[in-house]
């Protein structure tokens, strides 16, 4: 399985999107927007803000989805 580390963010107070990468071993639990600085913060029950505001789950959620 290819894992994907880049993704399209989406932020939901100004909906500015911006391409990131996304660590292979860690979830991020805080991003700031390009755009607006709103500080990013998991959705409940999300391990990260790319789980929540991506258009492709963290790296960590991919391996876990394919196990």
Do not use: W
């Amino acid at each position: 399985m290819q894992v994907i580390t880049t993704a399209n963010l989406t932020c939901p107070e100004c909906s500015h999107v911006q391409r990131a990468e996304m660590p292979e071993n860690a979830c991020v639990h805080f991003f700031e927007c390009d755009n607006c600085h709103a500080l990013l913060k998991p959705l409940e029950g999300h391990c990260c803000v790319f789980c929540s505001y991506a258009d492709t789950l963290c790296p960590i959620e991919q391996v876990e989805q394919e196990i």
